[in-house]
């Protein structure tokens, strides 16, 4: 039904990529385009040899990316780039009058800082065109604002605290690696943590609160405290909230690792002298972990996203556990890729699809929760995500 242009040839690129190509009765046509023409080609190779056309593109640049919008006749863009290319991408949608949806909100590439503003800010310009911008379809964000939206649905007159917890117990056999973009990844878990109670963020040292949480087919694993940017938009969203946190596990190995890294200035994001030329730390870093893109065959364990509300029905108080599940191996033998790159581009294509399909419409930015969860909750059962539900006492 439609002619989609995903960016981002990365690791969850390569899912959604994969997960469009087993649903073309609604992406008719599709697109893969990247900084390097290098990375769509490994991931075309993979698939059909006329399942996917592909392209070269520096989606930082507006003009060359609308110039390519324009050329292929895309109906819909799909964002899996970097978080630093949010505003340019969705500036060449409104430039060309397509659709967007992304799964991570913006970042300045000089400061460690995302939030939603700058993206909020094109809402009007999106609506004056008549255009959707869904932001945040990944897993979290993105399935975890869908939990909430079907907990305040069907569960609760009123949501008072909500914790969403994040748990990968994947074992990638490294001394030390990230699962997703590591300057993404360690510039996330090395900022200071926040929540929001009572109408307050209230900020905390890094891993400053921890807790255990017993995951359900995993077990119980320390869980720390982080900033989180889906709790920006549901402290919006969700009436009669109190408060929320956002829990990720580590492993002692990674936060010694990370500790180590941070003191010696590994994580700095600011330029310094090496030998005559100007490095940043943290993009050298990258340069020497593993490409999370190529874990995916080497890691074994599970994922376990979901979130626990607690609030009132019918006058008497409630608390639920909405989760899903995810098998590394799994996710690899289904699209090549390991889990958390798995359980980010399936709601991608999730997100397009019910984008496409007119499902899910609106004119202007919106975030997930704003949309009926029921159709999402469904896709996710048929598409490789089941999620379940348990009443806690
Ligand atoms: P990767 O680093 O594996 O892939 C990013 C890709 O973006 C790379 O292939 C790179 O291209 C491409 N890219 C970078 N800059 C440009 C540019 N200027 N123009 C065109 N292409 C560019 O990251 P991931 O796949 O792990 O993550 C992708 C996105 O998903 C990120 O925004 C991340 O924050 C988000 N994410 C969201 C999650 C969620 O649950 N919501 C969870 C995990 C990730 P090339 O290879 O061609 O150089």
Redesign the pocket.
């Known amino acids: 039904m439609a002619h989609v242009l995903i ?7 390569r899912v959604v990529t994969h997960k469009c190509v087993m649903n073309k009765e609604t992406f008719t046509k599709i697109t893969l ?4 023409l ?3 080609e490994t991931i075309a190779k993979e698939l059909p040899s006329d399942a996917v056309n592909i392209a070269q ?4 640049n507006t003009d060359e990316l609308a110039d390519l919008i324009t050329k292929i006749g895309a109906q819909l863009v799909i964002n ?6 949010d505003l340019t991408i969705m500036d060449a949608c409104l430039k060309t009058n397509t659709p967007y949806l ?3 909100n913006y970042e300045h590439p000089d400061e460690a800082k995302f939030e939603y503003k700058e993206q909020w800010a094109k809402h009007e310009a999106f609506k004056e065109k008549g255009l959707l911008a869904l932001l ?1 379809s ?5 399935v975890t604002n869908v939990f909430c939206a079907y907990a305040q649905k069907h569960y609760f007159d009123e949501i008072h605290t909500i914790d969403i917890l994040d748990c990968n117990a994947g074992d990638h056999g490294y001394a030390f690696a990230t699962n ?2 590591p300057e ?1 990844n360690l510039r996330e878990v090395s900022a200071n943590g926040r929540y929001w109670e009572e109408g307050k963020w209230i900020e905390t040292k890094p891993m400053e609160i921890k807790m255990v949480w017993d995951y359900p087919e995993v077990g119980p694993k320390d869980s720390y405290l982080l900033y989180h940017e889906e709790m920006e938009s549901l402290v919006k969203h969700i009436k009669g909230l109190k408060r929320i946190r956002f829990f990720m596990t580590f492993g002692e190995s990674y936060l010694t690792h990370m500790k180590c890294l941070e003191n010696v200035g590994m994580l700095g994001i600011k330029e310094v002298e090496h030998k005559g030329q100007k490095i940043v730390p943290m993009e050298f870093l990258r340069t020497l972990l593993p ?3 190529t874990l995916g065959p080497r890691t074994k364990g599970l994922t376990n996203i979901g979130i626990v509300a607690e609030g009132i029905k019918d006058g008497q108080k409630k608390k639920i556990y909405i989760y899903q599940v995810s098998d590394h191996e799994k996710c690899y033998a289904e699209v090549k890729s390991q889990g ?2 798995y ?2 581009g399936v ?1 991608a294509m999730i997100g397009a699809k019910l984008m496409i399909e007119g499902k899910w419409s609106a004119k202007g930015v919106f975030n997930m929760e704003e949309f009926d969860p029921d159709i999402f909750m469904d896709e996710l059962n048929k598409q490789g995500l089941p999620w379940q539900i348990k009443e806690l006492d």
């Open positions: 960016i981002g040839a990365g690791g969850v690129g385009a990247s900084r390097r290098s990375s769509c593109v520096d989606a930082d899996v780039a970097l978080p630093y290319q992304d799964t991570a945040g990944g897993f979290d964000p993105g997703f973009n993404i490409d999370p893109a958390v790159s359980t980010t709601p």
